[in-house]
């Protein structure tokens, strides 16, 4: 008894060690994913995900992987099999009617889970669309930002037009990328008569070398969510459910692994002819068997794209504007300054000691000028400390007053405008007017634009007082 037991445990150890023999191994495809081009001055980064099957390699070196233009390989300056350059990660939410309620709150559930699992280096920006794209905040490494960015968001019960959003997001940021960059789109998957296709998305999204990922609503019919699914697979990126894949911080750490876990390799671009706007490129990767896969690399000028020097050249037009217009306002400052009371004024024009406009004599050259007379009907004498014993005769039928010489009457005191007021005689009638001075015009204590004057009625301009008579006084 005991012979057969051992007999048969002896039969059945070889004909399972023969089974398993027999059992061919599970082939494991080599592939490349996930691949994004940054390219600054005279060298561009490639980050890539190497996968064998379904498992990351990161145990590659840099003859493993090679560059070529056409048939020439392009020299390497560094290779990182674990990239450590920061992410950039731009959040897109849906916020329009279809995701209202529930659906709304799953989305930022898992956008503030992922956000929280996302490395300190990374940056992160958040987007919201319905029919239109909006920027809620801009890339920072601030999660606190970020966080109350995704929690204030509230639908706006407009139409989606999802395509749209994402083909215009990937535009925005291919001209102003700041660095290898994801699109984690957060929504139903539904898109209402947008006249982007899926195919354009994902054509706009490989040439810019941006990944898109998706996080599909699980309160939707599924043939919605397809269209997420295939963005996310036609651009090396990622999908799940919001409810399902993303419950937890160990559930949206391990989808940012996903995205993190990538090689890097630098290249040289001095080989590139100049003046060329873009270089087609393989790159290759030998790992037991050999896989390529087509690059575009998209030369900048002195590390700025075409559409980022209109934009910096815009700028620079914008200072020099700037500038200029400061200059103006600054002339326009030292012109009024020289009519404000707080001015000093400028030396005398006559005796060159004493301080006045500059194209007044000072007080004293002035009381020291005789009074005109000319068929003389009125006289202004002065009432102030400033023009004490000082008077003019009024003969003419009209007097400019200012503290410019260029006027008939000059009172050379700071708070006088260079042209304050005029007097004038018409019809038997004398009449004063505000030249729209800075300090304004008054007659017997009242602010005047115009009025008729009266025998001894009292003048004011600024901080100068005079009194008017008739002539006969």
Known sequence: MKFARLFALIFFSIVSASGIAATPPVEQQLSIEAVQVVSISKQ????????????????????????????????????????????????LLDRSGSVKGLPLLEAQKAAELLVKAMPNQDQVAVYAFSDTLQLLEPFTPKRDQILTAIRSLKSDGRRTELNFAVYSLVDQLEIQRPGPVSIIILSDGKDEGTSYTLDNITDKARAASIILSGVGSSQINRKYLLSLEKLSRFTGGYYTDAANGIRSEADAARLIKHFSNRSAVTISLDNIPAGTASQNATL???????????????????????????????????????????????????????????????????????????????????????????????????????????????????????????????????????????????????????????????????????????????IQLGSARLTFFFKGR
């Open 44 to 91: 561009a980064t490639i980050f890539f995900r190497a996968k064998l099957g379904s498992r990351p390699i990161t145990t590659l070196s840099e003859n493993q992987v090679k560059v070529f233009a056409g048939n020439t390989e392009m020299p390497q300056k560094s290779f990182d099999v674990q990239a450590k350059s920061p992410l950039f990660h731009a959040i």
């Open 284 to 458: 290759s990767l030998v790992h037991g068997e050999t896989v390529t896969v087509p690059l575009t690399i998209r030369l900048f000028t002195q590390g700025v794209s075409a559409p980022q020097q209109w934009y910096l050249r815009g700028q620079f037009l914008g200072v020099i504007v700037l500038a200029l217009a400061g200059l103006l306002i600054f002339a326009i400052y030292i012109k009024r300054r020289r009519d404000d009371s707080t001015f000093d004024g400028y030396p005398c024009s006559v005796c060159g000691t004493g301080r006045s406009d500059s194209e007044a004599p000072c007080v004293k050259c002035a009381l020291e000028q005789p009074p005109t007379e000319h068929h003389q009907w009125g006289v202004l004498q002065g009432n102030c400390p400033e023009l004490a014993g000082w008077q003019c005769a009024l003969g003419k039928t009209r007097y400019s007053i200012g503290s410019a010489d260029s006027n008939d009457i000059i009172i050379p005191i700071a708070t006088v405008s260079r042209t304050h007021a005029s007097i004038h005689l018409k019809d038997g009638h004398v009449y004063l007017v505000d030249l729209k001075s800075k300090n304004g015009t008054r007659s017997n204590n009242e602010l005047v634009t115009d009025v008729e004057l009266t025998d001894g009625c009292s």
